[in-house]
Structure formats: structure tokens, C-alpha cells
């Protein structure tokens, strides 16, 4: 995989992101941020239990954490796919412009 192909986005990729699209960025944003946060809270505590014999105690730190993370994972992901759709509508437009 290339700079360029991870850049840019196929018209595949931009239907898909059309859809994501019309749920809103909070949505996004929010189901990135528990999807990570459930998935790192269950991969700590399966690690504690692999090397210690023992399933983690609760903890509100943890929790904090694992959400603050997903929150900026979830914003990033917007971002990037978004600037990458924007570039894709570009190019299109300046595909577009040249054909005429």
C-alpha cells in the first residue's frame, strides 16, 4: 500500500462514507469512542487474566481514559476520512471540468 492510495478514496469508499455521513460527526464520533473503549477495556482484561490469573477490579481511571482515547480516535477518523472526501469531491469536479 502506497502514500497515494491511502490518500485518496475510490468511489467505493466515498458511497460508503457518503452513508456515514448523514448519521452526523457526534454519532461517529461516539460510536468510535465506546466501540474502543469496550474493546480495550475487554483486551485489558483478558491480558490481566492471560498473564496474572486475575480479572482487573473496575476502575473509573481506566474507564476515563479508555473514553478520552476513543473520543480522539473517533474525531481523528472523522477528520481524515472527511479530508479525503472532500479531496475525492475535488477531483471529481476538476475530472469533471476537464472533460467538458
Known sequence: MNIKSMLTMSDKDAIRWERVRT????????????LFTLFMLIALNVSEFLFRGRLLE????????????GFLAGFTEW???NARYQTYLLDKKIAKGLAL
Not at 448519521?23 to 465506546?34: D, E, Q, S, V
Not at 473496575?58 to 482515547?69: A, D, Q, R, T
Open 23 to 34: 448519521r452526523g460527526k457526534m454519532f461517529y464520533i461516539l460510536r468510535k469512542a465506546a
Open 58 to 69: 473496575f476502575s473509573y481511571v481506566h474507564l476515563c481514559v479508555f473514553v478520552v482515547l
Open 79 to 81: 477528520w481524515s476520512n
